[in-house]
């Protein structure tokens, strides 16, 4: 018997270098050009299929060593005493910390606790031990009363000493105004008060932070990594010129800030990002004259990510950014339920947001290395690129006279809709996929349960000045609209709008556009009738008739499509289907298809929304 010891090591291979691997991917390659294996970010940062290891590089300095993130869940119940009940739970059963959703803020999605009066936050911070080891990070709504003096005031009452709550005020005017396209006034008339404010709680003796660089609403509308770190980066500047012209010292102002990052489904984009953030403050910490350190960065799952259709999926995007975003040193983060775009969670949706982050700290120990990324090529380029690109951006909104300057000229509303443009194209095209929504729907899902609340719906705040907004969207949006139109047509008439799969030939041929038919069809509601495949036209159209289907699609392989795919098409023409569509690229045989009847064709690369629209227009059509 072989001992273990005498077992070949990965030692005892040769070394391989890059170029040998690079000449295993010229064979395979053929001749193509080696930049078809490059990929690019929305900002246009090239992303290579492979990286050398970062010589000399060192950790970024975030947590503390082997210092778990704070686990923090949303209290948005609009009843105080409801959301009360909640943030017992969820303190009890493992969470770390509170974020509290106001109604009408940039992250309350349609619901949030109605006000900030006094009041409310007794009856929300009933029982709540606030001293007891816990964060609580507010996010107070411009024009909807004062959260942080309220809450400060609760907390004197209670005799607590202000220096050992754990508090993050997450005062945010400017974000909110970008997200609302709207401000009472210039902020230069804003900017004393706020400072006011602000000095006012250090005086009384909270640590803080106080004011929040928030960068949700540039990602929430679509935006790019660089065009999210530029934004939360000059909201940092603006808020730090204020405090310090509030006669705050520049250190303690330094101290007053945080900053809050979204995390997405793209784990090395999130992860580069979060740490670009922290070399750009340092460099921000080193203009100014400080000594760089720490800055607490909150993280928060993509809302734009979730999806209506399929919530469960939203669980393993969840995780991956959650996971992404701890192993970036993210301080906090906040995992968003998986069926918050349904409507208002319920205790199960919660509890999964919660375990997500326990289960990744407590089984998979990933607060137990600092920046693991630290060294890798691929992290270590993006991060770089990331911190060089945004530096670039946060300079041009400099130029043009600072954060709300630019929100009033327009500066970053139209970088951000370019990039929402492209993103939702690839998402039409289905480039970029979301799995439930525009691949792989499951038209007999279950109703999701969620809470018996209605979204809270409150009068805009006064504003004199408006510019437009940063508006948030969810990418399945449009194909969420058909699955809903789908969904109304079955209840109206009992039966979905449905479309026959006529495959031609035998199942090699066929299956994999029958395949892909199915998935483009129903992902707009439209529910496939797949068939065992014919070459006989007649029993083709005969079986696509009885089926009771309004559209056909005819499926196979190119072969085939020469040989019979026409005299298939007059066939289901005779037989009275109007409609009738052909999974893949016709090329040279384009016009013989449609004079036989094809009206139109859907392969990789389609506008699923734009066809699938018209496919409904159709169904209308006598």
């Given at each position: 018997?072989?001992?273990?010891?005498?077992?070949?090591?990965?030692?005892?291979?040769?070394?391989?270098?890059?170029?040998?691997?690079?000449?295993?991917?010229?064979?395979?390659?053929?001749?193509?050009?080696?930049?078809k294996l490059v990929g690019k970010t929305y900002d246009g940062l090239k992303i290579e299929p492979i990286y050398r290891r970062a010589t000399n590089a060192t950790p970024l300095p975030g947590r503390a060593a082997a210092?778990?993130?704070?686990?923090?869940?949303?209290?948005?119940?609009?009843?105080?005493?409801?959301?009360?009940?909640?943030?017992?739970?969820?303190?009890?059963?493992?969470?770390?910390?509170?974020?509290?959703?106001?109604?009408?803020?940039?992250?309350?999605?349609?619901?949030?606790?109605?006000?900030?009066?006094?009041?409310?936050?007794?009856?929300?911070?009933?029982?709540?031990?606030?001293?007891?080891?816990?964060?609580?990070?507010?996010?107070?709504?411009?024009?909807?009363?004062?959260?942080?003096?309220?809450?400060?005031?609760?907390?004197?009452?209670?005799?607590?000493?202000?220096?050992?709550?754990?508090?993050?005020?997450?005062?945010?005017?400017?974000?909110?105004?970008?997200?609302?396209?709207a401000a009472p006034s210039v902020w230069q008339d804003m900017a004393p008060p706020f400072a006011k404010v602000v000095g006012g709680l250090i005086g009384r003796g909270f640590k803080g932070p106080f004011v929040l660089?928030?960068?949700?609403?540039?990602?929430?509308?679509?935006?790019?990594?660089?065009?999210?770190?530029?934004?939360?980066?000059?909201?940092?500047?603006?808020?730090?010129?204020?405090?310090?012209?509030?006669?705050?010292?520049?250190?303690?102002?330094?101290?007053?800030?945080?900053?809050?990052?979204?995390?997405?489904?793209?784990?090395?984009?999130?992860?580069?990002?979060?740490?670009?953030?922290?070399?750009?403050?340092?460099?921000?910490?080193?203009?100014?004259?400080?000594?760089?350190?720490?800055?607490?960065?909150?993280?928060?799952?993509?809302?734009?990510?979730?999806?209506?259709?399929?919530?469960?999926?939203?669980?393993?995007?969840?995780?991956?950014?959650?996971?992404?975003?701890?192993?970036?040193?993210?301080?906090?983060?906040?995992?968003?339920?998986?069926?918050?775009?349904?409507?208002?969670?319920?205790?199960?949706?919660?509890?999964?947001?919660?375990?997500?982050?326990?289960?990744?700290?407590?089984?998979?120990?990933?607060?137990?290395?600092?920046?693991?990324?630290?060294?890798?090529?691929?992290?270590?380029?993006?991060?770089?690129?990331?911190?060089?690109?945004?530096?670039?951006?946060?300079?041009?909104?400099?130029?043009?006279?600072?954060?709300?300057?630019?929100?009033?000229?327009?500066?970053?509303?139209?970088?951000?809709?370019?990039?929402?443009?492209?993103?939702?194209?690839?998402?039409?095209?289905?480039?970029?996929?979301?799995?439930?929504?525009?691949?792989?729907?499951?038209?007999?899902?279950?109703?999701?349960?969620?809470?018996?609340?209605?979204?809270?719906?409150?009068?805009?705040?006064?504003?004199?000045?408006?510019?437009?907004?940063?508006?948030?969207?969810?990418?399945?949006?449009?194909?969420?609209?058909?699955?809903?139109?789908?969904?109304?047509?079955?209840?109206?008439?009992?039966?979905?709008?449905?479309?026959?799969?006529?495959?031609?030939?035998?199942?090699?041929?066929?299956?994999?556009r029958a395949t892909f038919a199915k998935s483009f069809f129903e992902s707009g509601g439209i529910e496939a009738i797949d068939s065992e495949g014919s070459s006989d036209a007649s029993a083709l159209a005969a079986a696509?008739?009885?089926?009771?289907?309004?559209?056909?699609?005819?499926?196979?392989?190119?072969?085939?499509?020469?040989?019979?795919?026409?005299?298939?098409?007059?066939?289901?023409?005779?037989?009275?289907?109007?409609?009738?569509?052909?999974?893949?690229?016709?090329?040279?045989?384009?016009?013989?298809?449609?004079?036989?009847?094809?009206?139109?064709?859907?392969?990789?690369?389609?506008?699923?929304?734009?066809?699938?629209?018209?496919?409904?227009?159709?169904?209308?059509?006598?």
């Open positions: 018997m072989t001992s273990p010891s005498d077992l070949p090591l990965a030692s005892d291979f040769p070394q391989a270098s890059f170029d040998d691997w690079r000449k295993l991917v010229d064979g395979v390659l053929k001749g193509a050009p080696f930049e210092a778990p993130w704070q686990i923090m869940q949303r209290i948005d119940h609009p009843d105080a005493a409801k959301a009360n009940a909640i943030a017992l739970a969820e303190l009890e059963n493992g969470a770390t910390g509170l974020e509290i959703e106001f109604a009408g803020g940039p992250g309350a999605r349609g619901f949030g606790v109605l006000d900030a009066t006094p009041e409310t936050l007794k009856k929300l911070f009933d029982g709540v031990m606030i001293d007891a080891g816990i964060a609580i990070a507010l996010n107070p709504v411009i024009g909807r009363g004062n959260a942080g003096e309220s809450l400060a005031a609760l907390i004197e009452a209670r005799r607590i000493d202000p220096a050992q709550v754990d508090i993050r005020f997450n005062y945010q005017a400017l974000s909110t105004m970008a997200v609302y396209g660089a928030d960068g949700r609403p540039v990602h929430d509308a679509g935006g790019s990594e660089v065009q999210e770190l530029a934004f939360a980066l000059s909201l940092a500047i603006a808020y730090l010129r204020m405090l310090e012209d509030g006669g705050i010292a520049l250190d303690a102002a330094r101290d007053a800030l945080s900053f809050r990052l979204v995390a997405d489904a793209d784990q090395f984009l999130t992860m580069a990002k979060f740490r670009a953030l922290r070399l750009l403050w340092a460099r921000v910490e080193q203009a100014c004259g400080l000594t760089p350190k720490p800055v607490f960065i909150a993280a928060e799952t993509a809302w734009r990510m979730l999806t209506q259709r399929d919530s469960d999926v939203n669980m393993l995007r969840a995780t991956m950014a959650t996971f992404a975003a701890g192993l970036a040193g993210a301080n906090a983060i906040t995992v968003l339920p998986h069926t918050l775009a349904c409507g208002l969670p319920e205790a199960f949706a919660r509890r999964v947001a919660r375990n997500t982050q326990l289960i990744l700290l407590e089984e998979s120990n990933l607060a137990k290395v600092s920046d693991p990324a630290a060294g890798s090529g691929g992290i270590e380029s993006l991060t770089q690129e990331l911190s060089s690109a945004s530096w670039t951006l946060f300079q041009e909104i400099e130029k043009s006279g600072g954060i709300f300057a630019a929100l009033q000229q327009g500066l970053i509303q139209g970088k951000v809709a370019a990039t929402r443009s492209a993103r939702e194209a690839n998402v039409a095209r289905r480039k970029d996929v979301l799995t439930g929504a525009s691949e792989f729907p499951n038209l007999r899902e279950a109703p999701v349960a969620v809470e018996d609340v209605k979204p809270v719906v409150l009068p805009a705040p006064a504003a004199t000045i408006s510019f437009a907004p940063l508006s948030a969207t969810r990418l399945a949006t449009p194909f969420e609209r058909l699955r809903d139109r789908s969904d109304q047509i079955l209840e109206e008439t009992g039966k979905r709008p449905r479309v026959f799969l006529a495959n031609l030939g035998r199942a090699s041929d066929f299956t994999a696509c008739k009885a089926s009771g289907a309004g559209f056909a699609c005819l499926c196979s392989s190119d072969k085939v499509y020469a040989e019979q795919a026409a005299e298939a098409a007059r066939a289901l023409q005779a037989a009275g289907i109007k409609h009738i569509y052909l999974a893949g690229r016709p090329g040279e045989l384009e016009a013989a298809l449609k004079g036989a009847g094809v009206g139109a064709f859907v392969f990789a690369g389609s506008n699923a929304p734009a066809v699938l629209e018209e496919a409904y227009r159709k169904a209308e059509q006598p």
